[in-house]
């Protein structure tokens, strides 16, 4: 029989789902381990502990222990008052957050070059827009992906910085 990992059922438990944030309930009957995995990640720093039923006296008991570990976890990090640092990724050869350059090959074997704006208008939605770099030019197709994402954000036209 295969051991099972699910998330805790709020009826189950007579919880909130916020009481049990980042926590999961284990159980893996082959290896005979029971207990809760709290499960954790902050400014890409990935924390999680496992607080076996065995270990605390039963499930109430080790998911009590869980819940302790988890806002004492909590509680550092907000003690951590540092600005958050936000460094382009190595990816990102435009410079430009959510503008990037974009090839795309047609069954035929022609070849189209274009700068690319992408946005979240909603959450869960995705919009795009494409400026060719043959219609354009590569600096005014840039500027233009570039103007698009400011627009489609809702940063509006700057001054002087217009194409």
Known sequence: ??????????VFM???????????RIELAVVGSYGWQVRLQRRGQKVSRFFADR???GADASL????????????LWSKDDSPRTCVSSPRNASGVVGVSRVIVRSGTGAVYHFWQATWCPAPGQRQSVKFSVKKHGDHIAYRLAIEARRMGIGGGASDGDSV
Do not use: L, Y
């Open 14 to 24: 007579n919880s909130s789902p916020r009481e049990n944030h980042g926590i999961a």
């Open 1 to 10: 029989m295969q051991g099972t990992c699910r998330k805790v059922s709020c």
């Open 55 to 57: 270990i605390f006296g």
């Open 64 to 75: 009590q222990a869980a819940r302790q570990w988890r806002d004492d976890q909590r509680e």
